[in-house]
């Protein structure tokens, strides 16, 4: 069959439809959901703003699976559509064992290998199973609704593939992006099934890290180059030249030309900028996704040359602080006062999962929300998702928030679009998490079009090829950008550098035509006429602000030196627009500045200070390229702390160990981005300066404490172990600050790979910890026992690692104190036993009675360990009568004793649990001594009893977790734990965590420990109230959907999208369905049953 013949298959007739019968390109056939009508149920629940309609266009098996979606200025959509989810691309929150691998990786091939260690013969056949691929769908017949589709490109799945996560279509040729490659598919032939394949770049996707945090975000920018978008898998991209173009650690915006050439990276630290979108004076835009640690999603404004802040190793970091830096010293906030200066932060806290973002062209939408960004909020569930419209309004050199309102609710949508025809095109998942088979394209379109519409969609279809240059030139004055863009492009194309040039300074010509011009000279390279005109529009006072900065950014594009005076005389222009892009382009130009010359940076950075972070971000990254180490170091006695913060970043980004020199600055602001910048750049030379700060007196904030004591732990020799110590005395430091300080001496010797402060992979070599036990002794000649609990705590853990002998009396009378914390003398009670003290024994014989059930558990272990041969008996009355914690300890040991009594006494006692006569926080306990017995009366009663949970086998296996958990560590589960992202969801104390899920504070007081164990383990069994949806089926043929918020006999009263209460007679309703949770199915297959004892615990307190 020919390839023609081929594609006239996928011209569907309502039979094919009706069968299921899909569109295929080669052997690949993965599964696709058949046709139904549940698109018309899915409608029903939408909630559209007054004035519009949505439509369905597609609906499976013409797509499936939709990540991203193009739709073209033909009206055909090319779709990014993903098999390979959980099927050859996973999660390494699925394989934590892995996670140092993962962190070490610094090339795809990194990853690839250590995958095929784990995985061994395994990895070829599961890594290559399923692959990703790009479907055309189009309307061959003009009656509005897609009728065909086809495979256009696949194969995308070698072992190191991703998520195909973005789709463009440029110039009839479509480029995708699928890591680790950005890949451009070419359709001569108009077949629409790509003939040839080619990678652009390849290299992005260093880690596994996070399932979806792909290759994404394709746009065409103002300067004619393809930007696009890198997850915080980090990228490695070798280069023609021989280098290679890294950021492994977080998050980028790249951009590269249409050929793939001169690739750059644009800006970085950001976490998983699904979408970018320039608006209609070329200003960048994404909305960042928050880590599910109780932090916000971020609106970010795309300075070139900015840092976000996130770092990807980040995600991993539990302690002290969940997520370390990010949330400690507040990255992911607006701007604040005193917040990390090396970050541009975000404008504000939006939405809960962004995905798809674009922005009104202009005729769009009847001509409604003009100047308006589209974002879409992918939540895990269509009746809590949806696209948010939002405006911004300038504010310096940067902007601000205007509005963020709900536009349109009650969909799955990953991926937001506008076609020629005005209308708002979007992409449904369909439901839930993971691959469906399913998918759909939908049309929001106004009830009024815009006047312009069908001219727009006329042009946008066109061959401007067939135009004249002056007809060309009219569609520069088009209310719709995308018609100007082509307008600009064709004139580049055509090398009209002249018409360019004469628009540009052309007074009567509208602002966005002259902006237009100013990129399409920057586009095709201009000689003098052309510099002339930008030059003297940048310089034109009396012009618009916002038009003059284009102008100046355009000479810094070509041949910038040429124009490097009139740039840099725009460094001092009143507008900050203005300078922020003339900092820019004295950037691209190269610009340098001679000894001894004033740096103009130095008055911006002055000027901007912790207001205009657009203005301060662009100038350290002009200072940092334009200006050698000396002149930036010369900065430091300037008078201004904001042009000092300013040059410590600069050397920071140049990576300079002079960067120590700020260390002693008189204010804490300069000090602490030193430290930042000395520490999370890994300036080893710089090191041993931050070190020393150890000593200072007036040390203090977390941000640059935590770098100081880690710094001495890096560097590990005895002075640091000594300056450690030392700090640990100190009682006017925080009681946090000298628990880490006595925390890195106990892991002195034993150093893990990742580190303490930014989680990356930065091991350390074996080092001599002979001054240890020393030091302990030292500390607790301070009386470091009467230290606060945390601290003491940590020091008897440093007695344990450093095998202190000389502290059994100092341990001893901590363990008799009654008016010391319990946990305290336990450990006290632990640590006597392992060093040896001579007065062991008949303190034990004490301690054994202490009214504190802990200190008793502690020193019945402790006995049990010193004394065998009188434990028995000891630990028999224990198990039989004994506390919660005595209980416990003798289990655990009974658990490696070969003694039939112990036999005797787990069968009878899982013969009274079954009878409820066993305390209920043991009971996980026992069943766990009862598991590790081999004696056939045990092994019966265990059988006897796990019988009798047959009857809810959801819940069968947690059965003995509902009581006696801890809540501390409860809480660190629902909060960090990687595999479970509860807070991804769900809203906990002081407002921590997601919307998406009903809030959990007060959880305890609304369910019992049994509903909140099958609310876990099976969330569908109960929704919370006010999170059901459900679809009445009535008998005039028509539905309603909703959620039920009052029913009874005669009446179901039904909460639709719209907010609108639409009461129904019961008699009416022929059917009804309910629609299932967004929670997934298998959270509590990531759960031990001691973490989900621990979990349920903590919820039943909250």
């Not at 002149?631 to 140049?654: D, F, K, P, W, Y």
């Not at 104190?817 to 003290?837: E, G, H, I, L, M």
Request: proline residues 4%.
């Amino acid at each position: 069959m020919s390839r023609t013949q081929l594609a006239a298959v996928y011209l569907f007739a309502p039979a094919l439809l009706a069968s299921g019968v899909t569109a295929q390109h080669g052997e690949y056939k993965p599964y696709v959901a058949p046709a139904s009508g549940e698109a018309a149920d899915a409608i029903a629940r939408m909630k559209a703003p007054d004035g519009f309609q949505v439509k369905l266009w597609a609906a499976e098996p013409l797509l499936a699976n939709p990540v991203a979606m193009y739709v073209s200025n033909k009206g055909e959509v090319y779709v990014a559509e993903t098999y390979r989810i959980k099927s050859g691309v996973d999660d390494i929150r699925d394989h934590m064992d892995w996670l140092d691998d993962d962190l070490a990786c610094r090339t795809v091939e990194d990853r690839v290998a250590y995958l095929a260690k784990h995985l061994g013969e395994k990895f070829e056949s599961a890594y290559t199973k399923d692959r990703e691929r790009v479907k055309w769908v189009g309307d061959t017949d003009g009656d509005g609704v897609a009728d065909a589709s086809t495979v256009f490109a696949d194969n995308f799945g070698t072992t190191a593939d991703g998520i195909i996560a973005g789709v463009l279509e440029h110039k009839g040729k479509v480029y995708a992006a699928c890591m680790p490659s950005l890949w451009e598919l070419s359709d001569a032939d108009g077949d629409h099934i790509a003939e040839a394949k080619r990678i652009l770049s390849s290299g992005y996707g260093v880690r596994f890290a996070l399932i979806g945090h792909d290759l994404h975000g394709l746009r065409i920018g103002p300067d004619g180059k393809l930007y696009f978008s890198c997850g915080d898998r980090g990228l490695n991209v070798p280069q023609p030249d021989g280098s290679r173009l890294r950021n492994e650690f977080n998050g980028a915006v790249l951009r590269c030309n249409l050929d793939g050439s001169k690739l750059e990276i644009f800006a970085t630290g950001l976490r998983n900028p699904q979408e970018l979108v320039f608006d209609e004076y070329g200003e960048l835009w994404t909305v960042d996704n928050n880590s599910d640690g109780g932090d916000k999603a971020r609106l970010v404004h795309v300075v070139e040359g900015m840092d976000a802040g996130w770092r990807q190793a980040y995600q991993w970091i539990t302690e002290p602080n969940l997520r370390g830096p990010w949330n400690d010293e507040g990255l992911w906030k607006p701007h604040f006062d005193g917040q990390a200066a090396y970050i541009v932060p975000p404008l504000a806290n939006i939405c809960d999962g962004p995905s798809g973002l674009t922005y009104n062209p202009g005729t769009a939408l009847g001509g409604a929300h003009a100047n308006t960004f589209f974002i879409c909020d992918f939540r895990g569930d269509a009746s809590y998702s949806g696209i948010h419209t939002f405006t911004v309004k300038p504010k310096g050199a940067g902007f601000e928030l205007d509005k963020f309102e709900k536009f349109l609710w009650g969909t799955l949508v990953t991926d937001c679009d506008f076609g020629p025809d005005g209308a708002l095109w979007l992409s449904d998942w369909v439901e839930g998490w993971n691959k469906t088979g399913k998918g759909r394209l939908y049309r929001l379109e106004p009830n009024v079009a815009h006047a312009e519409a069908a001219t727009t969609a006329r042009l946008l279809a066109a061959d401007w090829s067939k135009m004249t240059d002056g007809e060309v030139r009219s569609w520069l004055v088009s209310s719709d950008s995308r018609v100007r863009f082509l307008a600009q492009f064709e004139l580049v194309a055509r090398g009209k550098k002249q018409v360019l040039a004469r628009l540009v300074e052309d007074p009567t010509a509208t602002p966005f035509a002259r902006v237009h011009a100013v990129w399409g000279l920057a586009q095709a390279g201009f000689e003098e006429p052309g510099r002339l005109a930008l030059t003297r529009l940048s310089e034109d006072l009396s012009e618009d602000p916002l038009l003059r900065a284009q102008a100046v950014r355009a000479l810094g594009a070509h041949e910038g030196w040429k124009s490097l005076e009139a740039i840099v005389a725009r460094l001092a222009d009143e507008h900050p627009a203005v300078q922020r892009h003339a900092l820019v382009a004295c950037v691209r130009a190269g610009a340098r500045f001679g000894p001894g010359t004033a740096l103009p940076m130095a008055a911006i950075l002055e000027r901007a200070g912790e207001s205009d972070l657009a203005l301060r971000s662009t100038a350290i990254h002009a200072l940092a390229s334009c200006a050698t180490e000396e002149q930036i170091l010369n900065l430091a006695q300037h008078e201004s702390t904001n042009v000092r913060v300013g040059a410590v970043v600069a050397l920071r980004r140049q990576k300079r160990e002079s960067v120590s020199q700020f260390l002693g600055d008189a204010d804490p602001r300069v000090v602490t981005e030193a430290a930042r910048g000395i520490y999370d750049e890994q300036i080893t030379e710089a090191m041993p300066a931050l070190a020393r700060l150890v000593g200072r007196e007036d040390l203090a904030g977390t941000a640059l404490v935590r770098r100081v004591l880690n710094a001495n732990f890096r560097l590990g020799q005895s002075e640091n172990a000594e300056w450690l110590a030392k700090f640990a005395t100190r009682e006017d430091a925080d009681e946090l600050h000298r628990w880490e300080a006595l925390e890195l001496l106990s892991k002195w010797t034993t150093p893990q790979g990742r580190d303490a402060v930014t989680g990356e992979w930065w091991p350390l070599g074996a080092r001599d910890g002979a001054r240890l036990a020393a030091l302990a002794k030292q500390l607790a000649d301070k009386d470091i026992a009467k230290a606060p609990v945390r601290v003491v705590d940590a020091w008897i853990e440093l007695v344990e690692t450093s095998d202190c002998r000389s502290v059994g009396e100092t341990l001893l009378q901590l363990a008799n104190d009654s008016a010391a914390d319990k946990n305290v003398r336990a450990a006290a009670v632990r640590a006597a036993k392992k060093v040896a003290s001579a007065e062991l024994e008949p303190a034990l014989a004490k301690l054994v009675k202490d009214p504190e059930s802990a200190v008793r558990a502690a020193a019945l272990r402790a006995i049990a360990g010193v004394e065998p041969a009188k434990a028995f008996p000891l630990l028999e009355e224990a198990a039989l009568h004994g506390s919660v914690d005595e209980r416990r300890v003798a289990y655990s040991l009974f658990a490696d004793l070969a003694d039939t009594r112990v036999d005797t006494l787990v069968a009878s006692e899982l013969r009274r649990h079954a009878a409820g006569l066993v305390p209920r926080e043991v009971a996980l306990d026992l069943v766990e001594l009862a598991e590790a017995r081999q004696d056939a009366a045990v092994v019966t009663s265990l059988a006897s009893l796990r019988a009798l949970r047959e009857i809810d086998t959801a819940l069968a296996l947690f059965a003995d977790s509902l009581y006696g958990g801890d809540k501390a560590r409860g809480k660190e589960i629902l909060r960090g734990k990687a595999e479970t992202e509860c807070l991804r969801c769900h809203k906990i104390e002081w407002g921590e965590g997601g919307q998406v899920g009903p809030d959990l504070v007060g959880v305890g007081k609304r369910l019992s420990r049994a509903d909140l164990l099958a609310s876990i383990c099976d969330p569908n069994r109960r929704i919370a109230d006010g999170y059901q949806g459900t679809i009445l089926f009535l008998e005039s043929g028509t539905n309603v959907a909703g959620i039920v918020v009052r029913e009874d006999r005669e009446t179901i009263v039904v909460r639709t999208p719209k907010d609108e209460l639409v009461e129904v007679a019961a008699s009416d309703v022929e059917s009804r369905r309910p629609d299932l949770s967004a929670m997934p199915q298998d959270v509590s297959k990531s759960l031990s049953r001691r973490e989900m004892r621990d979990l349920i615990e903590y919820l039943a307190n909250l």
